[in-house]
């Protein structure tokens, strides 16, 4: 089978296609046939040996944290009904940039028949994330929130998330395309945040905000955390523009604001599996649509990350096989 490997930290480059036996499921394992891999931004963070303490990824490794497909086998002690059922699961440290995928059972979460493998792969994380930050950073009717990387796979479920709760939702995107592609969730204002005076515009629309989730990080999430009200609620849970905006905790507490940070997005094999649940029967509901603004094959992995990595990637991108 075909597999993305990485022999070194680096550029987008060194991710490499190479062949690999077919793997075979052991005891309480399942052999997915992958349809879909997740591609997520701090996986070009890890690719380049930036992964820090959270990711301490060394070189020869696959990449890749999880894929959507179809049993096609599975190993002893496995209840052979999985055979054939359409599933979504997290990888371990066998990679999921590959064809073919071996998982723990317990790992395997049945994807509703009314949502697809692309989008049962794009929900896998971000859906499992976006519903554990709904569930820790509360949002209720008549709140103001700001969404910043709206147009990200995770800012756009916030977004909608958000709005389902009944709150005013200001998404916060870069490039023309992106603030256009937001437009069918229905956030109640838009605004580019890479302008000056963007900060103003939505302290004009809002009179200042109760809930930031900063999918953006740096200075976006900084600014971003200037305009939360006394008692507000902030979550720094995106990197893209270099680091976290976790704010100075004497500044948090003096305004009394609620900090969600990456390390309270860990959550334990069943609360993630809970989560996920939820994201996928919300899809399967029509509450809820992942945006997939771009697949690539399997043997182009690189150009994902380029796309990530560029900031010209809209919505989730997945790679597929």
């Known amino acids: 089978m075909r597999v993305i490997e990485v022999a070194t930290f680096g550029g987008p480059e060194v991710l490499t296609v190479s062949e690999a ?22 996986e070009t963070m890890i690719r380049r040996g930036h992964g820090g303490p959270y990711f301490p990824v060394v070189p020869p490794y696959r990449p890749g944290v999880g894929v959507a497909g179809t049993v096609g086998a599975v190993g002893a002690g496995v209840d052979r009904a999985w055979v054939g059922r359409r599933v ?31 989008d049962a792969a794009a929900l896998l994380h971000d859906g499992t994330t976006a519903y554990g930050l709904l569930d820790q950073v509360p949002v209720h009717p008549g709140d103001r929130v700001l969404v ?9 479920l ?12 200001v998404a916060a995107a870069g490039s023309a395309a992106k603030r256009h592609a937001l437009g069918r969730f229905a956030p109640d204002a ?8 963007w900060t103003e515009r939505v302290r004009a629309l809002t009179g200042g905000v109760h809930v930031v989730f900063d999918g953006a990080g740096g200075e976006y999430g900084r600014a971003a955390f200037d305009l939360l009200r006394a008692g507000g609620r902030f979550s720094a849970h995106g990197t893209p523009a270099g680091e976290f905006a976790t704010p100075d905790p004497a500044a948090a507490t003096a305004r009394r604001v609620t900090v969600t940070g990456i390390a309270d997005l860990q959550f334990a094999p069943e609360q993630a599996r809970r989560h996920l649940r939820s994201a996928l029967d919300a899809a399967a509901a029509g509450r809820i649509t992942p945006l997939v603004g771009q697949t690539f094959p399997l043997d182009r992995a690189a150009d994902a990350h380029r796309a990530l990595e560029q900031r010209t990637a809209l919505g989730k991108a997945l790679l597929t096989v």
């Open 21 to 42: 036996p077919d793997p075979v499921p052991g005891p309480e394992e399942a052999l997915v046939e992958v349809a879909a891999a997740d591609v997520l931004w701090v």
């Open 88 to 118: 979504v699961a997290r990888t371990d440290e066998r990679g999921g940039y590959l064809e073919r995928a071996v998982v723990p059972v317990d790992a395997l979460v049945a994807v509703p028949d009314r949502v697809s493998l692309t």
């Open 148 to 156: 910043t990387a709206a147009a990200g796979g995770l800012g756009a």
């Open 158 to 169: 916030l977004v909608q998330g958000a709005r389902a709760a009944g709150a005013f939702v």
């Open 190 to 197: 838009v605004v580019d945040y890479t302008t000056p005076g």
